[in-house]
């Protein structure tokens, strides 16, 4: 390869941003000088026999014992400079003869001594990867590496093979081998050094050690035996397809030729996991559809053809990589990309048996399915369970039913649904699962976008196993039911909002499967679970009904189950910092974020501005549509007025922000961000089992680019009935270049028309904006674009807009435009102890409208600074506490004392007092990206003014006098408000 040619080269690596110094693809016509036997007998030549780069690939052949190859590239030596970032080595290599003995590889620094080495073992055929950081590889003394100034690398081959020959290709040494490098059968140990508890989609080979636990039965009852033939059935129709349409047919021949499989499927497009896929190259995703569209096109179509091209891929498949043992370099999310293939591989079983493929073929792909961990009962400590329920569940299920006889199908269903079983538990810390408040974890935080299709799969695998003793045991189901429940309160109808949409900023809903999930759910018991049917009817609406959904809800009206109620009540999910409150048929979102929960998920290409979507954010989403979906009018988060063409990122509801220029809105971090901030205080509290509830938050920035260090606000909101009392104190920052503002409203225009109201008056006009300046010594109210009332007191400087907005989209950051009605209280720059009040009125009567124009708003401001924000609301008497700081004597008729950061409720009724009182923290210390750390419990106190005693008695709460006080000692864990009943002496 000439100089200009490696220039060329090099820079394409660069600007495609491969950290990669140099690649050997042995496409030339002469062998590299940087590669020569070194000891032994050994010829090298370039091959075309095999390939997995390009159409060459260089052949090693020996002929003695212990021969040596050697490579002098300086690459080898110029990685090590990035030693802590995994620098290593990438190659594939082919084996034509399994070997019971390892390849070493050794790498040598300028005075000979191995500084690092590893084994590569021989135990396969075809081709497989030898990815490794030098980081993960050995000392000659078996040690951990350190930098080293290393210069050569060593093959040696196998210890008592006196000939043989290996195909080498792809060979890279890398400035970066991939942090999720996979352990697989030829390098069992690689990537050691990572806690793969937490690394789920590498822990295949791990899995594959483990023997079963439970025993091959000796004997299938008659029950046991209809059970299994009631899910193979199940699960077989469920997997089959229809044959291809015109344009599925036209994709296959293209696929054909993209693949260009030979005969006997040795050669091939390189086949790479997608993420490592280069020009050139195929990867997991493409063979799925291929496997896919050729099975259909034989087993419902009857294409001969396309059954021969089935037969090649799967040759092919098992040669590149793609095979039991195997880690083809790296894994990760592969189960994505692949949930066509078990389904296509059982209908063809058949075809399979006839090539003596069947066995090989399924034993590669029941490995892929990660079977092999049901081995033994889930592990209460593994993460991102969500991903394996999304996307290997059914391929589990499947699998299980190919073992060659009906006893080991009997044992591992069995093992199976236990571990199902097992994964519906309440999981601890910020690890995936289901948290103990309903919430549901992904990336160590709570994730509908994730959580939904996990939960889609457990439905579908209900719908197999459902009347069979594989079902779900009591505990899990209860779990299940709990979950959720707690989902459909957090939508409306199916829409979740901006706050917890991660890095997906609107329109999240549940979809169909998700909705099917509640029905399958339902008809777990013997007795089908009301609730859970009556959630599957309301959720419904809206939507388009096919003939199994028509079955599902003429069986629930012939059961007398007819669809819930909306939800109603306030409800907490502190693992989210979030609270949810239903009014009529709207929902109010709530959101903050803390130390260890985090706000947002930004990534490269995803949610680029999305930094203030847990601000202390208040969304109302409950307007329906305008135009039927099959005849119904449901609720969604667009027609409620969130739309992202020309969205200002800098204004979401409820949140206090500094108004920052998008170029400086847009993530600091080049990579994925899970942002959270220094303060641990930010959750939602109820009483009396949510008939009120609030909300209450610090908030503040970390040290970072683009961010204020110095940004400071607290934040409340207070429910009572339809009324929201907002909150706002201590608002401070240093920064004096860019405004600090409270958002109460914007909402996309549905036409320009599309009115305000402003004091009484409808402002038509377009476009509009008026300033109202804090000495303005009137109250301001407020109509929104979906009839919602907000009523300001005076002296408070607030802007309110209808206009043409520009932005950017969230992924490409490509311009987008849109007109919006935008409402919000402007601190200015630079404030110094700024603070803000404002009421919503959801679904105001008349009366209450008129009450409003006279300044009546039934609630009363008790406190509202930097310790302690408190609120009464003038109708049930009920009190909301937000405690920010350590809380000492006031005005106030109920509250001595407070420990800080606390939220405390209470209304007394008669000689009663109902109180809850909630630490949201969730207590779990320092970690980075999650932690399967049990939420500590805590201590609380608080001093109330006169004697109490305890009505009932929780075990997590203490009482003891003091004088004319009574002092309460609360015990809280997992953000859970606890609330309790006082009796006066």
């Given at each position: 390869?000439?100089?200009?040619?490696?220039?060329?080269?090099?820079?394409?690596?660069?600007?495609?941003?491969?950290?990669?110094?140099?690649?050997?693809?042995?496409?030339?016509?002469?062998?590299?000088?940087?590669?020569?036997?070194?000891?032994?007998?050994?010829?090298?030549?370039?091959?075309?026999?095999?390939?997995?780069?390009?159409?060459?690939?260089?052949?090693?052949?020996?002929?003695?014992?212990?021969?040596?190859?050697?490579?002098?590239?300086?690459?080898?030596?110029?990685?090590?400079?990035?030693?802590?970032?995994?620098?290593?080595?990438?190659?594939?290599?082919?084996?034509?003869?399994?070997?019971?003995?390892?390849?070493?590889?050794?790498?040598?620094?300028?005075?000979?001594?191995?500084?690092?080495?590893?084994?590569?073992?021989?135990?396969?055929?075809?081709?497989?990867?030898?990815?490794?950081?030098?980081?993960?590889?050995?000392?000659?003394?078996?040690?951990?590496?350190?930098?080293?100034?290393?210069?050569?690398?060593?093959?040696?081959?196998?210890?008592?093979?006196?000939?043989?020959?290996?195909?080498?290709?792809?060979?890279?040494?890398?400035?970066?081998?991939?942090?999720?490098?996979?352990?697989?059968?030829?390098?069992?140990?690689?990537?050691?050094?990572?806690?793969?508890?937490?690394?789920?989609?590498?822990?295949?080979?791990?899995?594959?050690?483990?023997?079963?636990?439970?025993?091959?039965?000796?004997?299938?009852?008659?029950?046991?035996?209809?059970?299994?033939?009631?899910?193979?059935?199940?699960?077989?129709?469920?997997?089959?397809?229809?044959?291809?349409?015109?344009?599925?047919?036209?994709?296959?021949?293209?696929?054909?030729?993209?693949?260009?499989?030979?005969?006997?499927?040795?050669?091939g497009a390189p086949l790479m996991q997608n993420d490592n896929a280069k020009q050139?190259?195929?990867?997991?995703?493409?063979?799925?559809?291929?496997?896919?569209?050729?099975?259909?096109?034989?087993?419902?179509?009857?294409?001969?053809?396309?059954?021969?091209?089935?037969?090649?891929?799967?040759?092919?498949?098992?040669?590149?990589?793609?095979?039991?043992?195997?880690?083809?370099?790296?894994?990760?999310?592969?189960?994505?990309?692949?949930?066509?293939?078990?389904?296509?591989?059982?209908?063809?079983?058949?075809?399979?048996?006839?090539?003596?493929?069947?066995?090989?073929?399924?034993?590669?792909?029941?490995?892929?399915?990660?079977?092999?961990?049901?081995?033994?009962?889930?592990?209460?400590?593994?993460?991102?369970?969500?991903?394996?329920?999304?996307?290997?569940?059914?391929?589990?299920?499947?699998?299980?039913?190919?073992?060659?006889?009906?006893?080991?199908?009997?044992?591992?269903?069995?093992?199976?649904?236990?571990?199902?079983?097992?994964?519906?538990?309440?999981?601890?810390?910020?690890?995936?699962?289901?948290?103990?408040?309903?919430?549901?974890?992904?990336?160590?935080?709570?994730?509908?976008?994730?959580?939904?299709?996990?939960?889609?799969?457990?439905?579908?695998?209900?719908?197999?196993?459902?009347?069979?003793?594989?079902?779900?045991?009591?505990?899990?189901?209860?779990?299940?039911?709990?979950?959720?429940?707690?989902?459909?309160?957090?939508?409306?109808?199916?829409?979740?909002?901006?706050?917890?949409?991660?890095?997906?900023?609107?329109?999240?809903?549940?979809?169909?499967?998700?909705?099917?999930?509640?029905?399958?759910?339902?008809?777990?018991?013997?007795?089908?679970?009301?609730?859970?049917?009556?959630?599957?009817?309301?959720?419904?609406?809206?939507?388009?009904?096919?003939?199994?959904?028509?079955?599902?809800?003429?069986?629930?009206?012939?059961?007398?189950?007819?669809?819930?109620?909306?939800?109603?009540?306030?409800?907490?999910?502190?693992?989210?910092?979030?609270?949810?409150?239903?009014?009529?048929?709207?929902?109010?979102?709530?959101?903050?974020?803390?130390?260890?929960?985090?706000?947002?998920?930004?990534?490269?290409?995803?949610?680029?501005?999305?930094?203030?979507?847990?601000?202390?954010?208040?969304?109302?989403?409950?307007?329906?549509?305008?135009?039927?979906?099959?005849?119904?009018?449901?609720?969604?988060?667009?027609?409620?007025?969130?739309?992202?063409?020309?969205?200002?990122?800098?204004?979401?509801?409820?949140?206090?922000?500094?108004?920052?220029?998008?170029?400086?809105?847009?993530?600091?971090?080049?990579?994925?961000?899970?942002?959270?901030?220094?303060?641990?205080?930010?959750?939602?509290?109820?009483?009396?089992?949510?008939?009120?509830?609030?909300?209450?938050?610090?908030?503040?920035?970390?040290?970072?680019?683009?961010?204020?260090?110095?940004?400071?606000?607290?934040?409340?909101?207070?429910?009572?009935?339809?009324?929201?009392?907002?909150?706002?104190?201590?608002?401070?920052?240093?920064?004096?270049?860019?405004?600090?503002?409270?958002?109460?409203?914007?909402?996309?225009?549905?036409?320009?028309?599309?009115?305000?109201?402003?004091?009484?008056?409808?402002?038509?006009?377009?476009?509009?904006?008026?300033?109202?300046?804090?000495?303005?010594?009137?109250?301001?109210?407020?109509?929104?674009?979906?009839?919602?009332?907000?009523?300001l007191p005076p002296g408070q400087s607030v802007s309110i807009e209808k206009q043409?907005?520009?932005?950017?989209?969230?992924?490409?950051?490509d311009p987008t435009r849109g007109n919006f009605a935008t409402a919000y209280i402007?601190?200015?720059?630079?404030?110094?102890?700024?603070?803000?009040?404002?009421?919503?009125?959801?679904?105001?009567?008349?009366?209450?409208?008129?009450?409003?124009?006279?300044?009546?708003?039934?609630?009363?401001?008790?406190?509202?600074?930097?310790?302690?924000?408190?609120?009464?609301?003038?109708?049930?008497?009920?009190?909301?506490?937000?405690?920010?700081?350590?809380?000492?004597?006031?005005?106030?008729?109920?509250?001595?004392?407070?420990?800080?950061?606390?939220?405390?409720?209470?209304?007394?009724?008669?000689?009663?007092?109902?109180?809850?009182?909630?630490?949201?923290?969730?207590?779990?210390?320092?970690?980075?990206?999650?932690?399967?750390?049990?939420?500590?419990?805590?201590?609380?106190?608080?001093?109330?003014?006169?004697?109490?005693?305890?009505?009932?008695?929780?075990?997590?709460?203490?009482?003891?006098?003091?004088?004319?006080?009574?002092?309460?000692?609360?015990?809280?864990?997992?953000?859970?408000?606890?609330?309790?009943?006082?009796?006066?002496?």
């Open positions: 390869m000439n100089m200009q040619k490696k220039v060329v080269i090099a820079l394409l690596w660069m600007l495609l941003g491969v950290n990669i110094l140099y690649a050997h693809n042995f496409e030339d016509s002469h062998l590299p000088s940087t590669i020569q036997g070194k000891e032994g007998r050994s010829e090298l030549s370039l091959s075309r026999q095999y390939y997995k780069d390009g159409k060459q690939s260089l052949l090693w052949s020996w002929e003695s014992e212990n021969t040596v190859l050697t490579f002098t590239d300086n690459a080898i030596h110029d990685v090590v400079s990035s030693f802590d970032q995994r620098s290593g080595v990438k190659l594939w290599i082919f084996n034509e003869t399994p070997q019971a003995n390892p390849v070493v590889f050794r790498f040598r620094d300028a005075n000979d001594m191995i500084q690092y080495q590893f084994d590569f073992h021989l135990n396969f055929t075809g081709w497989r990867a030898a990815w490794i950081a030098y980081s993960d590889m050995w000392t000659p003394d078996g040690g951990k590496t350190t930098p080293q100034q290393v210069v050569s690398m060593e093959m040696v081959s196998p210890e008592n093979i006196a000939t043989g020959r290996l195909w080498l290709n792809r060979m890279e040494f890398a400035s970066y081998v991939d942090r999720q490098a996979t352990p697989d059968a030829q390098i069992p140990e690689n990537n050691r050094h990572l806690d793969r508890e937490i690394w789920h989609w590498g822990l295949l080979h791990k899995w594959e050690q483990q023997q079963y636990d439970l025993e091959i039965p000796a004997t299938v009852t008659i029950a046991e035996s209809t059970d299994l033939a009631l899910v193979y059935d199940n699960v077989k129709q469920m997997l089959k397809k229809e044959g291809l349409a015109d344009a599925e047919k036209k994709e296959l021949q293209k696929l054909i030729q993209l693949f260009s499989i030979s005969e006997d499927g040795t050669k050139g190259d195929v990867h997991f995703g493409q063979l799925n559809k291929l496997i896919d569209l050729s099975a259909r096109a034989w087993y419902v179509d009857g294409d001969k053809s396309a059954k021969e091209e089935f037969v090649k891929t799967v040759r092919y498949m098992l040669i590149q990589g793609f095979a039991w043992e195997s880690g083809m370099g790296t894994n990760h999310h592969y189960g994505y990309q692949i949930r066509d293939i078990f389904g296509a591989i059982w209908w063809m079983e058949d075809v399979l048996r006839a090539n003596n493929l069947w066995v090989e073929t399924r034993k590669a792909v029941t490995y892929w399915s990660g079977l092999q961990e049901t081995r033994r009962p889930f592990n209460q400590l593994r993460d991102e369970i969500t991903d394996s329920w999304n996307t290997l569940l059914i391929p589990r299920l499947t699998c299980v039913l190919w073992g060659e006889t009906e006893h080991e199908r009997l044992r591992d269903m069995k093992a199976l649904a236990r571990w199902v079983n097992g994964s519906l538990h309440y999981s601890p810390g910020t690890i995936g699962g289901i948290k103990v408040d309903g919430t549901a974890f992904h990336h160590g935080g709570h994730y509908p976008a994730y959580s939904v299709p996990g939960l889609s799969y457990v439905g579908r695998y209900l719908q197999c196993v459902n009347r069979t003793q594989f079902t779900l045991n009591r505990e899990a189901f209860a779990v299940l039911k709990f979950a959720l429940l707690s989902l459909s309160r957090q939508t409306n109808l199916r829409d979740w909002g901006v706050g917890v949409s991660g890095r997906h900023p609107f329109n999240g809903s549940i979809h169909k499967n998700g909705i099917l999930t509640y029905a399958f759910a339902a008809m777990v018991p013997a007795e089908t679970d009301r609730e859970l049917a009556g959630e599957y009817l309301r959720l419904m609406e809206g939507m388009r009904k096919y003939s199994p959904d028509d079955t599902l809800i003429n069986q629930f009206k012939k059961e007398g189950i007819s669809l819930n109620p909306y939800p109603k009540g306030f409800y907490v999910y502190n693992y989210a910092s979030l609270g949810i409150y239903r009014y009529n048929k709207k929902l109010v979102a709530m959101k903050g974020f803390t130390q260890n929960v985090w706000g947002s998920e930004i990534y490269v290409r995803d949610n680029r501005f999305g930094r203030y979507q847990s601000y202390g954010s208040l969304q109302i989403i409950g307007t329906p549509v305008t135009e039927a979906q099959y005849n119904e009018y449901p609720i969604t988060e667009e027609s409620s007025g969130y739309s992202e063409a020309g969205w200002d990122w800098n204004r979401n509801p409820g949140t206090t922000s500094i108004s920052l220029p998008l170029e400086r809105l847009n993530s600091p971090i080049a990579g994925s961000d899970m942002l959270r901030q220094p303060h641990t205080f930010a959750g939602a509290s109820q009483l009396n089992e949510g008939e009120f509830g609030m909300f209450a938050m610090k908030l503040g920035e970390r040290d970072r680019k683009n961010f204020t260090p110095s940004f400071n606000a607290h934040k409340s909101f207070f429910a009572f009935g339809n009324r929201i009392i907002a909150l706002g104190a201590a608002i401070r920052n240093d920064n004096g270049d860019y405004p600090t503002e409270t958002t109460l409203f914007q909402q996309q225009l549905q036409s320009v028309e599309q009115p305000l109201e402003v004091n009484g008056k409808k402002v038509n006009q377009f476009p509009y904006r008026q300033e109202i300046d804090r000495n303005w010594q009137e109250p301001l109210i407020l109509k929104n674009l979906t009839g919602d009332y907000y009523f043409a907005q520009e932005s950017k989209e969230n992924k490409k950051m402007r601190h200015g720059a630079a404030p110094a102890n700024d603070a803000y009040e404002y009421m919503i009125l959801l679904d105001a009567t008349q009366s209450q409208i008129k009450r409003l124009k006279k300044g009546i708003t039934e609630y009363e401001i008790i406190q509202k600074d930097e310790t302690a924000h408190i609120v009464r609301d003038r109708l049930s008497n009920a009190r909301g506490y937000a405690i920010f700081e350590d809380f000492r004597a006031s005005t106030d008729t109920f509250l001595e004392k407070s420990d800080k950061e606390i939220m405390i409720m209470l209304q007394p009724i008669g000689n009663k007092l109902n109180i809850s009182v909630c630490d949201p923290d969730l207590h779990l210390g320092e970690y980075n990206y999650t932690t399967p750390t049990e939420s500590n419990p805590v201590s609380r106190e608080i001093t109330l003014k006169g004697n109490y005693t305890l009505a009932d008695v929780p075990p997590s709460v203490s009482l003891r006098a003091e004088g004319n006080n009574t002092i309460i000692t609360v015990v809280c864990q997992h953000g859970m408000p606890v609330e309790f009943t006082l009796c006066t002496d």
